[in-house]
């Protein structure tokens, strides 16, 4: 009813012509029904047909001041927006197409497990170099690697920070001759002699282990790494890491585990004049259940 009253009030106040005065008793009577006018219209209740239509008309019939400030408004963060988004990407123009570089999808996740600190290391670095051929076109190589770390997480931070930069240079120095076996080969015994370098001369590693000799010379880590070129995959472990491709819901591996139990590895530690003890697993002196590592 309040609304009904409200609307009702709402068109005898337009429609009806100005009231002639009349007795006091009438008079008294319309004072009381004024308050209800106003009671009515605090009440939220949906209005009448004819008061949606007034609200319309009544939007429509606002100035034109507002509207006319918040086109100038758009317009002027138009106009701060794109100078910024052209300046910060040059390529970007009316006559030249527009070239996006595309990187290869990937997603990564690590978990620490039982030990206290997380002793590996992830590293990505998509399209970390740029190799021109002789026809004066620029191939993207992209970097890829895991490194499992034991003993402490600073062999495989270095390992991290710096041998997607050995490969850079060595494919560099490489050029057209490029032969990924030998390159890679000499990339992970560069990272090697890296890492022994650094433990001789006892320099403040990037971790909190705060170990120290002999305790710091038992930490190393395993490597896979994938390069991913235009035309192939190029992929090289050292240690347990591995390397699987998935075609068509199949596991293809691209990579063989250096382990103590490998025939070949087994007399290479022979040969070096270790021993392999199963120990929960064949081991390395009882130990490291991995024949090779980078570090130690």
């Not at 006091?24 to 106003?38: G, I, N, T, V, W």
């Not at 239509?53 to 509207?67: G, N, T, V, Y």
């Not at 001369?201 to 880590?221: I, K």
């Amino acid at each position: 009813m309040a609304g009904i009253c409200c609307g009702v009030v709402g068109e005898a106040a337009e429609t009806s012509s100005p009231i002639e005065p009349t007795s006091r008793p009438s008079a008294r009577r319309s004072l009381d029904l004024l308050p209800l006018k106003y009671i009515a219209a605090d009440v939220s209740v949906p209005p009448l047909e004819n008061s949606r239509k007034r609200q319309r008309l009544d939007r429509r019939a606002s100035p034109a001041r507002e509207c006319d400030n918040a086109v100038h408004s758009s317009k002027s963060k138009v106009v701060e927006v794109v100078p910024n988004y052209s300046s910060k990407s040059p390529t970007l123009d009316s006559t030249s197409p527009t070239v996006v570089e595309e990187y290869p999808r990937y997603g990564v996740t690590s978990v620490c497990g039982r030990r206290r600190d997380m002793e590996d290391a992830v590293s990505v670095r998509p399209s970390f170099c740029q190799e021109t051929l002789s026809h004066d076109k620029k191939l993207g190589f992209h970097f890829f690697a895991v490194f499992d770390g034991h003993g402490c997480s600073h062999v495989a931070t270095m390992c991290k920070e710096r041998l997607h930069e050995i490969v850079k240079e060595e494919v560099h120095q490489a050029k057209e001759n490029l032969e990924w076996e030998s390159t890679m080969k000499k990339c992970f015994a560069r990272m090697d002699e890296e890492v022994l370098r650094w433990s001789q001369n006892n320099e403040t590693p990037s971790c909190r282990c705060e170990l120290q000799t002999p305790h710091c010379d038992a930490v190393g880590s395993t490597a896979v790494v994938a390069v991913v070129t235009p035309e192939k995959i190029i992929v090289a472990n050292c240690g347990d890491s591995r390397a699987v491709l998935c075609r068509n819901n199949v596991a293809v591996p691209l990579s063989d585990d250096h382990k103590p139990d490998r025939p070949d590895e087994l007399l290479r530690i022979q040969v070096a004049g270790g021993r392999v003890i199963y120990w929960d697993g064949p081991r390395v002196l009882g130990v490291l259940a991995m024949s090779r590592a980078i570090g130690e």
